[in-house]
């Protein structure tokens, strides 16, 4: 910020909530009074024309009402005002208003007053063009170099340029290339005109070169354009800045040459004559609006810049000379004469703050007080930096990174899940083919202990579960208050979900302006998804999970599915999902075990989930610490392996449709070309069956497009189920391997990296990568493996078969007593010990055909040789211990 301020000669605030912009700004002696005072000209986007002719008795003093020379209301927003000789026969000055359909030239007068209220103004209007296009600004000069009179040359928002020589309109031109209107100079030197055009390049376009170019109104005209003797509109010189500029001016203070200034986003450009670069300036901050003016010193020029920041900084070329503060942020600057004060600073503000000012200092009136000197207590100072460095030395030590004010959460957010479904549903536009599908409330509370700025909810499920409103956005929070949403949630596509989880994510902003987030998690109950029903006796898929309690009785675990009159009775317990699947369980009545069984593998997941959690929360309310479920049967990997390959087919699918859509969308934009080429022929040529060939090509992209959206809501459903099933997978090898909840994470960070399936990076390749890094590091059997490398590089597979041998192999490892670990080190020293605290199998004990608990494939082993085959199927000892489990 600069030490000095703009002292304030005259200023006044101009109507109420007008608007004000770069060109609405002027300073000229508009009267013709000869006295070489300037008076100030101002127009707003509400219609209002004003002129001042400011004259304070004393710096500061309030506005006169003499001040004011003229306010007329015009019907249209002012876009922009010059004084110039803009009528024939005269050389006098005259206004021009620029309107967004209009062009107005007014020539202002004044009549000595005989009575104390001073001279009266009016304006008369000369002549007026109405415009065919939408104006954006003008420009005006001497155009090829006419004497005693200026034309002027207006810009419009799609980029054609509109001469007018004075009452008559002359031509009109389209800039090439033109996306965006920039700022317009003329320069009377050259003869030319000077934009910035949207490719962020100054262009330079000569007067007579726009004079013998086409007529932009024979631009559209095919037959007329080549009757026509123009020429092709050629740009003079271009040169690139690499940002968008916001007003350009060209000056010439004496006979040399002149310059083009540039003022840009970051940058401040002095150009020559040719479009070279006389010198530039990095800007280190973001300007408003600039002016450059006449120096005193030989060959240098002098200039304002006005920034964002209400800093007015005086350049000379590139050397900073000084800087003052403003009272706002200008948006047009302008160098004037006032009663013999030359060089006044006239600046407005975007809201209508005008001021006269000039560069000065006030003498600060401010002094500091004196201090009373005291002593210095060495030892007091030694005693207190010993207490802060114990201090420093026990805030280093602690392991909590974050301070004493963040254990506490600035805002909290919690959800609440309805106990019961909702009594009307209130899913929408649900594809699930059930006759009703139910819903349930969520209420979410959002508290707060300081002011959040800008909060914003976001509540995610996972697909095919979908919620009522998933963005909320709420006024800022106030220190100890709250809001409330509710919604629901309820299934939307015809599968069954993986999860049954839920978050809530809030981000604000504290009042220090730094962003923070605070978020929670959910789970909703099974009942969302399924409904009790009849246990069926006959399955294709049964797993059977042992524990070391005795069985608990359906109505104490899952009483929200069983009929209460049945009792303790109830052994068998039914589940019909919404899609249409069953899942049946069973308790034993001699045994300690539970059986799920269903048609189909995926369908088992949930019910498993929801068993285990169920039976761990019921021995945890009985202060039961060393309950456990296991798993000994065999692990489904030939039906999981199913499940894999549809999911990978589809995505082939996918590969193939999307090739033969490109190939039938160039056969139909070919065609297209073809037909259009013989539309324009000029002789009527035969299309020769093409528009036959055209509307069989478009019925086959349609039907392409079809399909393989068809096939990409089928990859959806298949790859909800593939997630389905490995949930399962990795709760049996957990079971069965007595993971560690380390171990299991390693697991789940395996075979489940993604939460969307996407052609670029696809679930197959992905596990693969990620079973291969662990059978290379932690499950490695030597450091030759550990030696091979990786690819970095995800591809599409040609098929799954590596993938399912390296899943088979992964299992093989854990049944050997491999260790999932993270760590290198740990892959070279041999197990102890098995996860959960099975003993290692040695290589030496297994048997010519081992069976691996936990796999439904048995591997061959050939003496020393470590390649092993694998071979679908259970073996005996499996078949004889799956009989063996009698509920």
Not at 639 to 648: A, T
Not at 858 to 879: I, N
Request: proline share 5%; with cysteine; net charge negative.
């Amino acid at each position: 910020m600069s030490l000095f301020k703009a002292r304030d000669w005259w200023s006044t605030i101009l109507g109420e909530k007008e608007e004000f912009d770069q060109g609405c700004l002027c300073v000229a002696d508009v009267d013709n009074s000869g006295s070489g005072q300037d008076k100030v000209i101002v127009g707003s986007y509400n219609g209002y024309l004003r002129i001042f002719n400011p004259h304070p008795v004393k710096p500061g003093d309030e506005v006169q009402p003499e001040d004011l020379l003229l306010e007329v209301q015009l019907r249209e927003p002012v876009l922009q005002v010059e004084v110039g000789k803009f009528v024939s026969g005269t050389e006098g000055l005259h206004l021009a208003v620029l309107h967004c359909r209009k062009l107005c030239v007014y020539a202002v007068s004044g009549t000595q007053g005989n009575v104390e209220h001073g001279n009266q103004y009016q304006i008369k209007l000369m002549y007026e063009h109405n415009l065919q296009r939408t104006a954006c600004n003008m420009t005006y000069g001497p155009f090829g170099g006419v004497k005693g009179r200026d034309l002027i040359c207006i810009q419009s928002m799609d980029g054609m340029l509109m001469l007018f020589e004075q009452e008559s309109y002359a031509f009109g031109r389209f800039l090439p290339g033109f996306l965006l209107p920039g700022p317009l100079a003329y320069s009377s030197r050259t003869d030319s005109f000077i934009t910035v055009s949207s490719c962020q390049q100054v262009e330079s376009y000569k007067y007579q070169v726009l004079a013998f170019a086409t007529d932009a109104d024979e631009r559209h005209d095919t037959e007329e354009r080549k009757l026509s003797s123009g020429k092709r509109l050629a740009v003079d010189w271009v040169l690139n800045i690499g940002e968008q500029a916001l007003d350009i001016r060209v000056v010439s203070f004496n006979q040399g040459a002149s310059s083009v200034f540039v003022l840009g986003e970051r940058n401040f450009f002095c150009l020559k004559d040719n479009g070279q670069i006389r010198f530039m300036k990095k800007l280190d901050y973001s300007p408003s609006c600039f002016i450059p003016y006449c120096s005193v010193r030989e060959g240098t020029i002098n200039t304002l810049i006005a920034n964002h920041n209400k800093i007015l900084n005086v350049y000379q070329d590139i050397t900073l000379k000084w800087a003052s503060q403003l009272p706002c942020i200008p948006v047009s600057v302008k160098v004037a004469n006032f009663q013999d004060l030359k060089g006044v600073i006239v600046t407005l503000s975007d809201d209508g703050h005008l001021q006269c000012s000039y560069l000065g200092t006030d003498p600060s009136i401010f002094q500091a007080p004196k201090v009373d000197s005291r002593e210095i207590n060495y030892e007091e100072m030694n005693a207190e930096m010993k207490e802060l460095q114990k201090i420093i030395r026990e805030a280093t030590k602690a392991q909590d990174i974050l301070p004493e004010s963040e254990k506490q959460r600035d805002v909290t957010v919690t959800a609440e899940v309805s106990p019961d479904l909702d009594e009307e549903s209130q899913a929408i536009d649900s594809e699930v083919k059930a006759g009703a599908v139910p819903s349930l409330t969520v209420k979410i509370t959002i508290q707060s202990r300081v002011k959040a700025q800008k909060p914003c909810l976001a509540v995610c499920v996972q697909a095919p579960l979908a919620v009522t409103c998933d963005q909320f956005v709420f006024d800022d929070l106030e220190p100890d208050s709250s809001e409330t949403v509710v919604l629901s949630v309820f299934l939307k596509e015809n599968c069954s979900p993986p999860e049954l989880e839920g978050t809530c994510m809030v981000s604000y902003n504290i009042p220090t302006g730094i962003p923070r987030v605070s978020q929670c998690s959910f789970s909703l109950p099974l009942k969302l998804v399924c409904f009790p029903a009849q246990p069926s006796k006959a399955a294709n898929h049964k797993l059977t999970i042992d524990t070391n309690k005795p069985p608990i009785s359906f109505v104490t675990i899952f009483p929200d599915f069983v009929d209460p009159s049945e009792g303790d009775q109830a052994n068998a317990l039914g589940f019909q999902f919404l899609t249409g699947s069953k899942t049946t369980l069973l308790a034993s009545k001699t045994s300690q075990r539970y059986r799920i069984q269903s048609d189909q593998l995926e369908d088992l997941w949930l019910v498993t989930k929801e068993l285990i959690h169920r039976l761990q929360e019921h021995f945890k309310k009985q202060n039961c610490k060393d309950f456990a479920c296991t798993f000994s049967g065999s692990i489904p990997l030939q039906e999981y392996f199913e499940l894999i390959d549809r999911h990978f087919e589809l995505r082939l699918n996918a590969e193939k449709y999307q090739e033969l859509l490109s190939e039938r969308a160039v056969q139909f934009r070919a065609i297209e070309r073809r037909l259009l080429t013989r539309f324009k022929d000029k002789t009527p040529a035969p299309l020769q069956h093409l528009d036959t060939l055209l509307e069989g090509t478009f019925r086959e992209v349609i039907a392409l497009a079809d399909a393989a959206e068809e096939n990409q809501a089928n990859m959806f459903q298949a790859f909800a189920k593939l997630k389905s099933a490995t949930h399962l997978v990795i709760t049996l090898i957990s079971l069965w391997q007595k993971l560690s909840p380390d171990q299991v994470a390693i697991l789940e960070a395996t075979f489940l990296p993604l939460a969307e399936d996407t052609q670029e990076l696809g679930w197959e390749e992905t596990v693969d990568a990620a079973v291969s890094y662990l059978l290379r590091t932690c499950l490695s059997k030597s450091s030759k493996e550990q030696a091979l490398t990786l690819s970095s590089q995800l591809s599409m597979p040609k098929d799954t078969s590596r993938l399912k041998k390296n899943i088979t192999l992964f299992c093989d490892r854990l049944a050997k007593g491999g260790r999932l670990s993270l760590s290198t080190d740990s892959a070279t020293q041999p197990a102890a010990a098995m996860p959960g605290g099975c003993a290692t199998i040695p290589e030496s004990d297994l048997e010519e055909r081992t069976f691996i608990p936990g796999s439904t494939a048995v591997f061959a082993s050939h003496g020393q040789t470590t390649k092993q085959k694998s071979k679908p199927g259970l073996s005996e000892d499996a078949e004889e211990e799956t009989k063996s489990h009698e509920l």
